[in-house]
């Protein structure tokens, strides 16, 4: 399968933007090119220039620690963007559709709305895992897309891998595996299958593990022709300086990250079973995320006396296959006994 025929026709035929560092390549000592200021910026670092497009020193030092090559990657302002490119890339607006596998993240009917783009919805099975038969009876030809979240967002479990590669190997639209909380999971990634299927969208974030939900910055990855698709219809500087240089830094700290890894997975077995012995738990979900779904009594109410109390977590209970479920973000080991001692105070009769 050619995924360049996936493309919408405009944008197969669109001549990109083409920037003052496109057409200038290599070094100069006087830039007077691109309308900057040429005397400098009012902060310590240089600002005054623009970032570079395609981000490739960033893309270098990802790439050593992915092992996945510069021409397989693109970057963009969070995940959000590169789900958002998508669709403006390969969707027809009216015409064309996509599919979602709910209860899942929220961003990608947001987005398919925003570019009018129909939204077929397949539920997870009862256990939160794909109905592949339903999922083949739901797409026709004009569907682009089927969104997969794994680890799954909002129910923290990982998707049969044997299931994904079903959907892959059969469906003729590119498959978006959201692996935003990969680096919390057992199950392995799925970017060393990007030689194997064509039709493979691979997205990760510096958002979660990493740290840097402030700093915006979202992973693409898949086959030359559908990266190559993504940087011509990107805005041209999607990625500022401030974040190429302060992510670069932060890839130093990788050894950080890890530790906290390895903290959240082990807090997250810990909170996870403190839930489960509580009366008024119905049952704590299985999680390959930073997070835990816990079904609890009257979590609505829950959810209103923990904000009482100054205890966010994420009120999940109206959502489908989720009644009465609260998603609660692994926080610090004091973060997380402050949580459980407030559930289980307001729970219990008396106490
Ligand atoms: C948090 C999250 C993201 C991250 O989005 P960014 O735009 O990179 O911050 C992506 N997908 C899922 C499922 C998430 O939960």
Redesign the pocket.
């Known amino acids: 399968m050619d995924v360049r025929e996936l493309q919408r026709e405009n944008i197969k035929t669109l001549k990109p933007y083409s920037t003052a560092r496109d057409e200038f390549k290599g070094q100069a000592s006087v830039y007077l090119d691109a309308n900057e200021n040429s005397f400098g910026s009012p902060l310590p670092a240089d600002y005054n220039r623009y970032p570079d497009p395609l981000q490739l020193d960033l893309k270098d030092a990802i790439s050593k620690i992915k092992g996945v090559p510069i021409e397989n990657m693109f970057l963009g302002n969070?995940?959000?963007e590169a789900i958002d490119l998508l669709f403006r890339a390969f969707c027809n607006p009216g015409k064309d559709n996509v599919i979602i596998l709910p209860p899942t993240?929220g961003?990608y009917e947001v987005s398919a709305n925003i570019n009018d783009i129909e939204v077929r919805k397949v539920n997870l099975t009862a256990d939160f895992q794909l109905d592949l038969e339903k999922i083949a009876e739901t797409i026709d030809s004009n569907t682009k897309m089927i969104f997969i979240?794994s680890p799954n967002?909002p129910t923290g479990n990982s998707l049969n891998r044997s299931d994904i590669e079903t959907i892959l190997a059969n469906f003729k639209g590119l498959v978006v595996i959201?692996e935003?909380?990969i680096n919390f999971a057992r199950q392995k990634t799925f970017i060393q299958e990007l030689t194997e299927y064509a039709n493979l969208v691979v997205?990760q974030?510096?958002?979660?593990a990493w740290g840097l939900?402030a700093l915006?910055l979202?992973m693409a990855f898949s086959s030359t022709h559908v990266i190559d698709i993504l940087n011509k219809v990107k805005p041209p500087y999607n990625i500022n300086q401030a974040t190429q240089d302060l992510a670069l830094a932060a890839l130093e700290n990788i050894q950080q990250v890890n530790e906290w890894i390895k903290i959240t997975v082990s807090e997250r077995d810990r909170l996870g079973n403190a839930l489960g012995r509580m009366e008024a738990v119905r049952k704590v979900y299985p999680s390959d995320a930073n997070f835990i779904l816990a079904q609890i009594d009257n979590a609505h109410d829950i959810y209103n006396q923990l904000v009482d109390q100054g205890i966010i977590v994420r009120d999940r209970s109206k959502v489908v296959l989720c009644d009465d479920c609260l998603r609660i973000t692994v926080g610090t080991v004091e973060e997380n006994n402050h949580l459980l001692t407030a559930i289980e105070q307001l729970t219990t009769p008396n106490a």
């Open positions: 969070g995940s959000d993240y961003m979240c967002n959201d935003a909380y997205l974030t510096f958002s979660k939900a915006r979202g």
